[in-house]
């Protein structure tokens, strides 16, 4: 064991040889447990934002721990040119939950690229153009930056990508409106999890399926950040009871092991056919073993009921203190996305809840964000709720 280091000697690690492109916190994160963290001084926090989405299950959740443990101990990679039996589990487990077939990579990002490669090659020649919607978010490389409707994130970066089009969110006039015979797909978060953790409008999904039927083209639902119980459902579209042809999971899938996927129906499969698609570490056993031990501790653990029962917890609270307090003009929740939309700025809400060890994020200028563990306790349901409730009367006064 090397002697304990601060979080101040750490970050002058960085401060040396880290790329500066992200602001962090200056604290050094060293263990976790369930929806707990603690850094480097010993200080705990209540995590009700655990790893951006990722942490699905929390912390080091048990049956993720012991089966990367036990996989890296036989085999850590092996490469597509070899079966191995992780995967084939893993793809039984994701699609049987769902519906097609999977193909694997290691991010978000990387799955909005597979998508939309497949929808360009399994649709008609002449079909090129996707659909996406203002306030969404896909990912930062070109195909998946370009897809996504923000301004702020291309600044510079141009000439991006060709083909895309962008709507406004809910508007099937305007979705109609752009869709000509070079139009291949619309992509879509089935909640908006970035932008705000925005709720589709009723009939808004439907609308957009019945629009890809009459004009030939394929639904395509991001599902990087509504994968895997986060609605409450296994899948987001299972949420809504909208059927797409494309789904795109990442974040949450493998427990927090590094893991994307993408899930196509039977027939548009076959169109990712040998060397035309493919990912190095993509399907990866480590990978593959947590996404599997990440299902069966939903399963195991009944998960998705108790996420929708703490789900309702949070709704309750949060629309309670609407009631008392003006700042809070909108509450916005579907299973462990829950989104407090202010009218004033977010950010100081999330340094002073940080200040009383707890955890969250704020998103959009005036939204705060909580994406909590699927297996949060009734215990850090109440603390959170205290500890913001407490800081949002505050911010009011
Ligand atoms: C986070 C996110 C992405 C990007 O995922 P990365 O793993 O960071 O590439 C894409 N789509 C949605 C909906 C996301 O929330």
């Avoid at 406004?168 to 752009?178: G, S, T, Y």
């Avoid at 039927?213 to 909208?242: A, K, N, P």
């Amino acid at each position: 064991m090397t002697a304990k280091t601060s979080s101040a000697e750490t970050i002058a690690l960085f401060d040396q040889y880290v790329i500066g492109n992200y602001r962090r916190y200056p604290i050094c994160l060293v263990r976790g447990e369930g929806s707990r963290v603690w850094d480097a001084e010993g200080n705990s926090y209540l995590d009700l934002f655990p790893g951006w989405g990722c942490n699905i299950l929390g912390y080091s959740p048990e049956r993720v721990v012991s089966a990367v443990q036990q996989q890296a101990a036989q085999l850590i990679h092996v490469p597509n040119t070899w079966y191995t039996r992780a995967q084939g589990e893993f793809a039984e487990a994701i699609c049987t939950r769902s519906f097609g077939k999977a193909f694997f990579c290691n991010s978000g990002a990387e799955s909005i690229e597979a998508a939309v490669k497949l929808a360009r090659l399994a649709t008609a020649k002449e079909k090129y153009k996707i659909i996406t919607f203002e306030n969404g978010f896909h990912g930062r490389t070109f195909a998946a930056v370009t897809a996504t409707a923000q301004p702020k994130y291309h600044d510079g970066f141009g000439p991006l990508v060709a083909g895309f089009t962008y709507a406004p969110h809910n508007d099937l006039e305007a979705v109609r409106r752009l869709v000509d015979d070079e139009t291949a797909a619309i992509l879509i978060e089935p909640v908006q999890g970035e932008g705000g953790i925005n709720i589709p409008a009723p009939g808004f999904l439907e609308g957009l399926r019945q629009i890809c039927d009459e004009h030939d083209m394929l639904l395509i639902f991001d599902e990087v950040q509504t994968c895997m119980g986060r609605t409450g459902f296994w899948f987001g579209y299972q949420t809504f009871g909208v059927q797409p042809d494309i789904l795109t999971m990442a974040k949450g899938i493998a427990g927090g092991v590094a893991c994307g996927a993408l899930i196509a129906k039977e027939e548009i499969a076959p169109a990712l056919r040998p060397g035309i698609h493919a990912s190095t570490f993509g399907g990866n056993p480590l990978a593959m073993s947590a996404g599997l031990a990440t299902i069966q501790t939903i399963e195991a653990e009944n998960l998705l009921e108790s996420s929708k029962m703490m789900s309702e917890r949070f709704r309750q609270h949060f629309q309670q203190l609407q009631q008392e307090l003006p700042i809070i003009e909108e509450v916005r929740v579907c299973g462990m996305m829950i989104g407090l939309e202010l009218n004033i700025e977010a950010a100081p809400a999330v340094k002073k809840c940080l200040d009383r060890g707890l955890l969250i994020n704020a998103t959009h200028d005036t939204v705060l964000r909580l994406l909590p563990a699927l297996n949060v306790t009734s215990e850090d349901v109440e603390e959170g709720c205290q500890i913001l409730s407490a800081v949002l009367r505050e911010m009011a006064e």
